[in-house]
């Protein structure tokens, strides 16, 4: 079975700019959590959305947000880009709101 | 605040020579304690999950333990394909969500 998959895999921005991320879940899996990891660093929880609602929001600005469809699919939306936005954003999938987390690859972020 | 500390920040182990990883946390009603294996530039890979103090888990070279206050990765024998980074994250027994809340890691160095 496929695993968590995200697009794109790497990606250049400059400041002042908006970047959407997006994420698809393991088949049957119907949550999905946003998790930032800066270099050095654990990753640090931004949502989670479960059966398409939010469930929680880490301690990170109005300019993050996220959104979950009906095929479980997710998009991480970060607005007015800064330089500290560049990390590795990760998103991994569960079945339910309290199981396992599966994590993808990431996509590596670079502010310029 | 719940809190994750990992150590040492970095290990360097002869092959064959075999070693434990600390992760001690504190967090106000724990669901569970995950132990997770990231490669450079990849996502975190799950290993294990611990419920309750006294638990083991066992996989290949590696073996898990919990109290009530930290967690110990055993690595047993290592091989140069051991070496990577390992993450300890706890989750909250709450129903709001299933936030992870993870350490810096330990980052595993294993010389043939």
């Known amino acids: 079975d496929a695993g968590v998959t995200q697009s794109p895999t790497h990606l250049i921005k400059t400041r002042g700019q908006q970047v959407t991320l997006r994420c698809s879940p393991i088949?049957?899996?119907?949550?999905v959590s946003w998790y930032q990891q800066v270099l050095g660093q654990g990753p640090q929880f931004i949502f989670q959305?479960?059966?398409?609602?939010?469930?929680g929001r880490g301690n990170f600005p109005d300019r993050f947000s996220a959104r979950q469809f009906p095929n479980y699919s997710s998009e991480l939306n970060v607005n007015a880009l800064l330089l500290g936005d560049s990390a590795l954003y990760l998103c991994?999938?569960?079945?339910?709101?309290?199981?396992?987390?599966?994590f993808g690859p990431g996509t590596r972020l670079l502010v310029l | 605040e719940d809190q994750v500390t990992q150590s040492p920040e970095a290990l360097r182990l002869q092959e064959g020579e075999s070693s434990s990883l600390n992760c001690s946390y504190t967090?106000?009603?724990?669901?569970?304690l995950f132990w997770y294996r990231q490669d450079p530039g990849k996502g975190p890979e799950f290993l294990f999950t611990?419920?309750?103090a006294g638990e083991e888990k066992e996989k290949e070279r590696l073996k898990a333990t919990l109290t009530k206050k930290e967690s110990f990765l055993h690595i047993t024998a290592p091989k140069p394909e051991d070496s990577a980074t390992y993450l300890c994250?706890?989750?909250?027994?709450?129903?709001?969500?299933?936030?992870?809340?993870f350490g810096k890691g330990i980052t595993l160095s294993v010389r043939p």
């Open positions: 959305y479960y059966e398409k609602e939010e469930r």
């Open positions: 611990l419920y309750s």
């Open positions: 994250a706890v989750q909250k027994n709450t129903g709001a969500n299933s936030k992870l809340t």
């Open positions: 088949s049957g899996h119907k949550s």
């Open positions: 967090v106000s009603g724990l669901r569970g």
């Open positions: 991994a999938s569960s079945s339910g709101l309290q199981e396992t987390q599966y």
